[in-house]
């Protein structure tokens, strides 16, 4: 019995540590994908980091992000067109928040399954 408890043991360590390394592997090629399609620009991951000269932050941090549309129906189609087409500045809640008015339009840095695959990144940051 505790030969089959210890081996169960294991086999459950190794198998998180395969998920972690995996994990940090997707963190790493998302990080990177976001650097070269110039999202850090406006961007960061975590929240409270100020932006150029200590002004407050030109987009807000995808920490937020996650968090703002938790659970929310449809976030994943709906960020990834706004990543796409870009966003109107007349309906942000980001209004007083961060200092940029709105997302421009990023369909020429970025596919549409590259978009898809870091939104949905980036809503698991809330996790």
Request: proline share 6%; charged share 20%.
């Amino acid at each position: 019995m505790r030969v089959a408890v210890t081996t169960l043991l294991a086999t459950v360590g190794v198998a998180l540590a395969g998920a972690a390394v995996a994990a940090n592997e997707n963190d790493e090629a998302m990080r990177k994908l976001a650097a070269t399609s110039g999202c850090m620009t406006c961007h960061s991951i975590e929240s409270g980091k100020p932006g150029p000269k200590g002004m407050d932050p030109i987009g807000p941090a995808w920490q937020d992000v996650a968090r703002q549309y938790h659970g929310k129906p449809g976030a994943q189609d709906f960020l990834t067109r706004v990543v796409l087409e870009g966003s109107s500045p007349y309906n942000s809640h980001w209004k007083g928040k961060v200092s940029g008015l709105s997302m421009p339009p990023n369909a020429s840095a970025i596919k549409e399954t590259d978009a898809r695959l870091l939104v949905s990144w980036i809503l698991s940051l809330g996790d």
